[in-house]
């Protein structure tokens, strides 16, 4: 397979991959949403990190209850604590790293 072929399928994976990401965003610069599909969509980013958090935090293995990582839920408790105080996404996210990396370290 030649270079050129890769670099067709990488452009293509990408042109792919931006369409969907990037349409609705054209699309709706022009339209006024109602405001109850605007509230709607706001709650859209909220359950997306809270889906990501609990994948994160729970171990799941075939015909069993999850079972939950507790390294990562006791980080998750001085990140809860500095979101609640700053309200800084990227404070938490120090935070979480951190803790989990000196938990990691000691136990």
């Known amino acids: 397979m030649s270079n050129q072929y890769f670099l ?3 452009l293509g994976c990408g042109i ?3 369409i ?3 349409l609705p965003f054209v699309l709706t610069r022009t339209m006024v949403l109602p405001p ?3 509230k709607f969509l706001s709650y859209i980013p909220l359950t997306i990190l809270t889906a990501l958090l609990f994948q994160s935090l729970l171990v799941f293995r075939s ?9 990562e839920i006791f980080a998750c408790i001085p990140a809860l604590i500095v979101g609640i105080r700053t ?4 404070k938490i996210v120090i935070t979480g790293v951190l803790s989990v ?3 990691r370290l000691f136990f």
């Open 8 to 10: 067709l399928v990488i």
């Open 16 to 18: 792919v991959t931006w």
């Open 20 to 22: 969907p990401r990037i």
């Open 36 to 38: 109850l599909f605007e």
């Open 63 to 71: 015909g069993q209850l999850p079972g939950l990582k507790f390294p």
């Open 87 to 90: 309200n800084d996404l990227m």
């Open 101 to 103: 990396a000196l938990l």
